[in-house]
């Protein structure tokens, strides 16, 4: 089993090139995946970032 790495909020705004209030508007709006949560750590799957990218691009 493979591990999956996990994103914090400051690796996201890298790949994305986003500011943090565009992401959290994005996913209020549904354009962007929302963040998983373990206890009150947010979030995001690498491989979900880059599919959503790609998907994008």
Do not use: C, H
């Not at 508007?25 to 373990?38: A, H, Q």
């Amino acid at each position: 089993m493979s591990s999956l790495k996990r994103l914090r909020l400051p690796q996201v705004i890298e790949k994305t090139g986003w500011q943090r209030a565009t992401i959290y508007k994005k996913i209020k709006e549904g354009e962007f995946i929302p963040p998983k949560k373990d206890g009150r750590i947010s979030y995001w799957l690498e491989q979900d970032v880059d599919n959503w990218i790609l998907t994008r691009a």
